[in-house]
């Protein structure tokens, strides 16, 4: 009703993969022994980011109809 | 450990999650738009909530814990619990609640019985949500103090480590708090969606990098005990199987007393369902709810079975094991430790593991600072959405089943809203003070769950009868119910679990027979409350008077027009959803037999 739910999980997720991408290209490498070498910060958040994206697209398609 | 990232990420989703209630807060004008987001969602929508609404973090922590205790055998509540549940209740029973249009579960039994199986239901649904939204709250600030999560900030700043409990513990319920008294069941409904995304979001990368360094499902399959890895090996005894519980005990304890008991009759649940757009959206909730459902094993159960597959691991700067770093656990999963650091052993002799701490454990071992931030705030998220769940069921149970019922029958619309608000806040001080009762009884979790299962156990007899047999009536719906919790009571107090001391576990009545795992006493308990629920319904209801037919149109199945799905799309018929759900669960069952 009157807030289409896919704005701010748009909103969310494509700030927590900016978010994530940020901190994956600024960090020590290092840290990423525990995740068995990935750079997982910058790869999830990539997806992230990606999903937030196409909720954000979804949510104003809705919202002009 | 946590880093300026990982705070961040989580203040940002507490910012949300307000922010959210906020925007909603303008379109909440009337108490339907309060208590069921003015019957508005759409389906695709109101079934994520359904699912993210019963996807309490108890869920996320016990199913891996379950994993890593019993192995994937713990799939059955998915595939033998939930999803049959889940699909009977959208096809069969959401004509009736929606067509209904009760706006709860006890306003249902109203209109089909009478006033006193309304009461009896709403009272105990009210008490048990209560308390379920408590035990969340404790469960939560206990896993943040185990976690260390709030350690740094509170050192930072001076304050004792002993108010990190206490501040976890106010600090979510202020928080739900906040976005329920603004947007109701909207705000509730569409941050349960968010948690949906956020916990697929935390676990799918921990299960991938998980399967990644065991060498996937085979390599699982290589190093664990083949019980580990396959569903239904040895299930035609009790005794050949981990679980302790034969095939049939299962899928009629488990698969059909509880599972049904609860996903049918549940207001928590049922309530995301009710405030869907149409009638066929509300029928298709349950259904588009099951097939993440379906999945959600590989999601919560396989980081348990991870957790033990790994070898022993050198767990002292991971989650409560300080005093633990001694005694070597299992992979992941540490020992329990009592107050004094001593590893706790049961009446062997052995150690015994603390299973819980497997999924938290996975998500420190495996995620480096960043990621782990959105793991713990995907957690979080689930505790608390766990909570709004039961608070918003509260809210709408005391205002149109308590108090509009017993204590003001005819106030304005606009003050049902105030009291609604009002509802929520004594609520959640309701929640905070059964959360701290749990600090004080350590037994209490038991007694509640045991509690929980007494009075859902015979629920689904009642609601069955009710929606498929004209004859019920409400002195044979009210006796049924009563005599169906005694026998779950009497079942429990004649027996015990194997190993089981009489107490809690059973047997304080007297020992009439042992089973071989506390699995089996519940599923059994279940099926003796649900066959007396049943029977002594049929028998009163036969006794006494019937209604009269034109009360029932609508409520029950034989004088109600089947709903029509002209001019629908093959996506959103109901039947088609459950065929295509069912046939995938039984090759999931399949496959991992």
Redesign the interface.
Known sequence: ???D?RL??G???S??GL??IA??AL?DPA??Q???G?N??LE?GIV?LV?GAIMLALGRRGTKL | MLRT?DW??MI??FV?VL??GA??K??VKTST?FFL??R??PAW?AGLAFLSANLGAQEVIGMGASGAKYGIATSHFYWIGAIPAMVFVGVFMMPFYYGSRARSVPEYLRLRFDEKTRGLNAVSFAIMTLFSSGISMYAMAKLIQILHIFDAPFAWLGLPQAWIFHFSLVLSALVVLGYILLGGL?SAI?NE??QF?LIV?GFL?LVY?GL??VGGWTGLQATLNPAYTHSWLGMGSAHTNRLGVEWFGLTMGLGFVLSFGYWCTDFLVIQRAMAANSMNAARCTPLIAAFPKMLFPLLVILPGLIAIALPAQNLANLAGTHAAATVPGEGLVPVKIDASGQAIRNQDGAVQLDYDLATPNMLL???????LG?GLTALLASFMSGMAGNVTAFNSVWTYDIYQSYINKTASDAHYLWMGRMATIFGIALSIAAAYMATRFNNIMDMLQLVFAFVNAPLFATFLLGMFWKRTTGHGAFTGLLSGTVAAALHQGLTLPQGGIPGVKGGWLALMHVYPSEMAQNFWTAIYAWTTCFLITIIVSLLTRPHEEKELVGLVYSLTERPTQHGLRWYQRPAVLAIVVLAATALLNIIFR
């Open positions: 009703m009157g807030l739910i701010p999980i909103f969310l997720f700030i927590f978010l994530l901190y994956g960090s840290i990423y525990r995740s068995l990935i997982i910060n999830w992230m999903f | 990232i961040t990420i940002v989703y949300f922010g959210i925007v909603l303008r379109y738009d987001a003015g508005s969602i929508v909207t569409y969606v968010v995304f979001a990368p990098l990644k360094n071992h495996y995620f480096p600072t960043g990621i959105l």
